[in-house]
């Protein structure tokens, strides 16, 4: 059983860098405007999705300190409610930088 | 991206593909004209003006908006709210009206454009920076920038100026960043779920709209109360 899957992993490897290899050479003439777009698009994507992580990240921990406190004393719940959205908003203005450099370079490539 | 179908390059032809933010805003203030016309002559009468209305209508919509905006100015900037309550209860109208106009299929927001937030940004910044200077005088203002210890006056004015440089730049490109991604993000779900599951992101660019008007306001007020704050209020 584990040669067998030793096996399976060693094909696909091997046809993943093989492909990715391919890729690479076949992209070099197709791109149309910018020499460095394939470094863009990676920075585009992986950008905005680190920022996605980090902003989920804090917006889980507002969130959470927030359902505790309601939690805690039902009846503030409509006073925490607003500091939370607004809390939830600031935080997501971060990943909403991040967001538009994304765009920015996006449109570069 | 593909081309969009959008009602004012349809009707106005494709020279103004790249100014329909400033059409846009015009019929956003051409709509809340029409709505302050219609509200007018209740206000007009004096045997009206005093007495808030109960019946389901436009009137009552104004009230619970200016009370409510007045309300949340209240608790954060204390008693000098009411002098602010023009320039941030039209901006917070105006925004969210924007917004709103997105929703309206082949509709482009007029703050999915960084100009139209920018001029806001723009207007809160002069606004809060004048009223500082006026209410503290020029060298107490000065103060502010310069930190609590007097050594560390350079690197704090350094970056009190950047800081507050970034405050115009924020509040534009978070507005555009959220209402224009929000549009694609309608516009990429409608296209692709064409029945039922738009309405959920219908539902979203509501409260999107709302929570964006409703944070760059307070966020206008935090910034104006910063500012004309007095040391005899701690």
């Known amino acids: 059983m584990k040669k067998k899957l030793a096996a399976l992993f060693a094909a696909i490897s091997t046809i993943g860098v093989a492909s990715l290899a391919m890729a690479t050479e076949a992209a070099a003439p197709a791109v149309a405007g910018n020499s460095a777009g394939s470094a863009l698009a990676l920075a585009a994507g992986f950008g905005i999705a680190i920022a996605?992580?980090?902003?989920?990240?804090g917006q889980g921990k507002a969130a959470a300190a927030a359902l505790e406190g309601i939690a805690r004393n039902p009846g503030a719940a409509s006073k925490i409610q607003t500091p939370m959205?607004?809390?939830?908003?600031l935080i997501e203005s971060l990943v909403i930088y991040a967001f538009v450099v994304a765009l920015i370079l996006q449109g570069k490539i | 991206m593909s081309e969009h179908f959008e009602w004012l390059t349809h009707f106005f032809g494709h020279?103004?593909?790249?100014?329909?933010?400033?059409?846009?805003?015009?019929?956003v203030l051409a709509f809340l004209f029409i709505c302050a016309v219609l509200v007018h002559f209740r206000y007009r009468n004096p045997q009206t003006e005093l007495v808030p209305s109960t019946k389901k209508g436009l009137t009552t919509?104004?009230?619970?908006?200016?009370?409510?905006?007045?309300d949340l100015m209240e608790g954060v900037m204390g008693p000098n709210a009411r002098k602010y309550l023009p320039l941030v209860g039209s901006l917070f109208i105006y925004i969210f009206v924007s917004n709103l106009m997105g929703i309206l299929p082949g509709m482009n927001p007029p703050t999915s454009n960084v100009n139209t937030n920018l001029a806001c940004a723009l207007v809160v910044f002069v606004t809060y920076n004048v009223m500082g200077i006026r209410e503290l005088g020029f060298k107490k203002y000065?103060?502010?920038?310069?930190?609590?210890?007097?050594?560390?006056?350079?690197?704090?004015?350094?970056?009190?100026?950047?800081?507050?440089?970034?405050?115009?730049?924020s509040l534009s490109i978070r507005l555009f960043g959220n209402i224009m991604g929000d549009h694609m993000v309608l516009g990429i779900f409608t296209a692709l779920t064409k029945i039922g599951v738009p309405v959920i992101f219908l539902g979203l660019a509501v409260f999107v709209s709302f929570i964006q008007a409703f944070v760059f306001s307070l966020l206008s007020m935090i910034y104006i109360s910063l500012a004309t704050a007095n040391e005899e209020h701690h």
């Not at chain 2, 000065?142 to 730049?169: D, K, N, Y």
């Open chain 1, 52 to 57: 996605a992580f980090g902003g989920a990240l």
């Open chain 1, 85 to 89: 959205i607004i809390a939830l908003a």
């Open chain 2, 15 to 27: 020279a103004i593909e790249h100014h329909t933010h400033v059409f846009g805003s015009l019929i």
């Open chain 2, 61 to 70: 919509v104004f009230e619970l908006s200016v009370q409510g905006i007045l």
């Open chain 2, 142 to 169: 000065m103060q502010h920038f310069m930190g609590p210890i007097i050594w560390l006056a350079p690197l704090m004015f350094v970056l009190e100026l950047i800081s507050h440089l970034v405050r115009p730049m």
